[in-house]
């Protein structure tokens, strides 16, 4: 039976609220064919005002307008020609986001590491490049909707499994 995928509500809160709620959450790609998912561990919300390090502070850009909404969607950045994976929150017009900066791998291990080109399970996604990376995401799921469960969303774990 599939887990519960977070749904618009989650995500149209305040992002500091979403980035404690995010935790323990599955993250979960199938991109490429292969589910991989892991439990987030870290986050940092960008808030849409005051402050200096959201990307959407001097207002909307080709570059950064899936931030700007709706909620629930994926707002992903180049970065050192890597890519980082933000959860957009609040409401559409507010650019505020929420960085998944690390997950514990779970499920499609071996294809993470496949894909990252290591063999250390810790070295796999404890950073916001390397989990994407891992889960195969780049900037062509920059505005993907997260709340449907096709090719990558967050979901709460199954209730009794310890390896969700």
């Not at 992002?15 to 292969?34: E, N, W």
């Not at 894909?115 to 889960?135: F, H, K, N």
Request: net charge positive; proline share 5%.
């Amino acid at each position: 039976m599939p887990s519960t995928i977070l749904d618009y509500g989650f995500y149209s809160q305040h992002p500091t609220l979403v980035a404690r709620q995010l935790l323990g959450k599955l993250l979960v790609s199938t991109i490429g064919g292969h589910r991989s998912a892991g439990r987030i561990v870290e986050t940092e919300a960008y808030l849409s005002s005051g402050d200096a390090a959201c990307h959407g502070r001097r207002g909307r850009t080709p570059g950064n307008a899936a931030m700007f909404g709706p909620a629930g969607m994926a707002y992903v950045y180049p970065i050192h020609s890597k890519h980082c994976f933000n959860v957009v929150t609040e409401s559409a017009g507010q650019a505020s986001a929420v960085l998944v900066r690390a997950i514990e791998p779970l499920d499609g291990i071996e294809k993470m590491k496949q894909r990252r080109g290591v063999d250390s399970v810790t070295a796999l996604c404890s950073g916001p490049a390397r989990l994407c990376q891992s889960l195969c995401i780049d900037r062509r799921a920059n505005g993907w909707n997260l709340t449907l469960r096709r090719k990558l969303w967050i979901e709460f774990p199954s209730a009794g499994n310890e390896n969700e």
